[in-house]
């Protein structure tokens, strides 16, 4: 597979679902938001280009770039274990899906990466341009952490570019500020993690910020006890956001870049 190839493929499925979700948003939305989508989306568009640019810049290989080196040099645990390669594929994606949900975990537990992580639960709304907005060092960690396993486990770059296809498609989906009418979505949620389900992850609520870690499967959060169906304030009266970083303000790209180094919000006039 070339790196071109790769990005065609990543940037036309990221333009497609982004377009799509915007317009569902636009047409059906769940939620009234409260600050709106300016200056909210120019500025998380904004992260999402540097992010991009930062990875592009610092990091000379993609997580398939890795994956194709493995499999040529025979890395990893699935080559030892003599998997068929459906089984590489299939469980590649789902043991990538699951390092995702420790890797989140991770980000929430330790102060450290939580001063990271917090700027995505920092926006005061949420939808579709929520699922594109992470610090940069967040996403180079992930990255890393993502090649690493990819290495390990020698995932096939087919299982690589899928997971990464589906990681972006379903952080737009679930963050979207979309209607599901309720009998369907309580079929969805069984499958993958959807914008009600994930919308309790971003309540103001310590306990509930701690809960729905998923992205693409619902399952890691039923197993491991950290599933919540629905925010305690109910779904129109939740609060989104953190306790701190209130002010519209605070939504402005550059503030959004230095939130991790720094616990002083600005003040309300
Ligand atoms: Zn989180
Ligand atoms: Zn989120």
Redesign the pocket.
Known sequence: MSSSLEIAVRVGCYTVVFAGMALWEWFAPRRQLSVGRQPRWANNLGILAIDIITVRLLVPTTAVGVALIASERGWGLFPILGLPYWGALVGGIIALDFVIYIQHRLFHYLPALWRLHRM??ADLD?DVT??VRFHPLEILLSLAIKIATVAVLGVPATAVLIFEVLLNATSMF??SNVAIPQQLERIVRWIVVTPQM?QV??SIERAETDSNFGFNLPWWDRLFGTYRANPKAGEDRMVVGLPIFREVAELNIIRMLTQPFRNNPVQRH
């Open positions: 995505h639960h949420i929520t699922g679930n963050h994930h992850h971003h």
